[in-house]
């Protein structure tokens, strides 16, 4: 649905973009993550046809964005991170305008006004004036106008910014729940939020794409970067104390366990015991067979347990 090659932007000297690519599938609720100043805003900007890239070409559901804008923005519902509402206007009339706006069809204006409201509960608030309702319930409202059209294509910058953890909550599961039958991008720099809603994440900083995250159930499974220096997979590490034989006697049995990537070795007490850290693929369990494999080489397992590499420490690396 999005396909984004080789996008560079330039400020004057300053260049926000450089040459970045990425694509979203249909159906993907994708966070887009990275340092304030990363480019994440100027992108979102790029792909809603608010403003041309200096170079490079965007496509939203097989339109070019600037060759074909207007047919983008049928497919496109924004959020920008500054709400555009009017507070003097009661819910339902500041909808209504925006579906004129946005070409609804005279005769489906009702329909899809009743539909954005109930998808994004407020149903009890279509009365009231923007004015008078929270920070919480305003971004709803923000949110339903971007749903006013129907759209394929959700695109959200900062969607939970300067919420009370209660409303957070209350967003992210709006839009978990939009993400069922929308592609949904949206840029945020923080993780908990992403790993919560995300089943995959785009990480930018310093206007390049340092990273793609594949996320299962809010944990990171796989990585890739864009220069060697960064981790193309994310491993699970099982840290291991044996005692019994030399430690260079072990460690090649250790590396030859299936689905092992690597194993790192400290440093020995008194040549008794070995700590061993084992990192393995995070789709499989090595436990059962690294306790074999120890035991039945006669050696004495003293200490397991499983680390995992956290999105906190994923996300330094990928914008050190």
């Not at 608030?125 to 919480?136: A, K, M, P, Y």
């Not at 008194?270 to 074999?292: K, Q, S, W």
Request: aromatic fraction near 6%.
């Amino acid at each position: 649905m999005i396909n984004v090659q080789n996008i560079t932007k330039n400020y004057g000297p300053f260049q926000a973009l450089k040459n970045i690519s990425f694509q979203v599938d249909k159906g993907q609720i994708v966070g887009f993550l990275g340092p304030n100043g990363a480019g994440k805003t100027t992108t979102m900007r790029i792909l809603t046809c608010f403003m041309p890239a200096s170079s490079g070409r965007v496509t939203v559901a097989g339109y070019d964005v600037f060759k074909e804008s207007r047919e983008v923005r049928k497919h496109i519902g924004y959020l920008p991170e500054n709400v555009p509402l009017y507070p003097e206007m009661t819910v339902t009339k500041y909808l209504r305008y925006m579906a004129k706006i946005r070409s609804v069809p005279r005769r489906n204006i009702k329909t899809q006004l009743d539909d954005a409201i109930e998808a994004c509960g407020l149903t009890e608030r279509r009365h009231q004036i923007i004015g008078q309702l929270s920070r919480g319930f305003r971004q709803r409202v923000g949110l339903a106008q971007a749903l006013i059209h129907a759209p394929d294509v959700l695109i959200l910058d900062e969607p939970t910014s300067g919420l009370d953890p209660r409303q957070i909550i209350e967003i992210r599961e709006l839009i978990k729940t939009l993400g069922k039958e929308r592609t949904i991008l949206f840029s945020t720099h923080i993780l908990p939020e992403a790993s919560m809603t995300c089943e995959r994440l785009i990480i930018i900083s310093r206007g390049e794409i340092t990273g793609d995250v594949q996320l299962e159930d809010g944990r990171a499974v796989s990585s890739q970067g864009d220069t060697e220096s960064l981790p193309v997979s994310v491993s699970l590490t099982l840290s291991l104390e044996i005692a019994g034989a030399p430690a260079d006697e072990i460690l090649p049995v250790l590396t030859d366990i299936p689905d092992v990537i690597r194993v790192e070795q400290t440093g020995t007490d008194m040549g008794e015991t070995a700590r061993f850290y084992l990192h393995y693929t995070p789709t499989t369990d090595i436990r059962a067979e690294v306790a074999e494999t120890v035991v039945g080489r006669g050696w004495r397992l003293l200490e397991m347990h499983t680390t995992e590499v956290s999105l906190e420490e994923l996300f330094l690396s990928l914008t050190a």
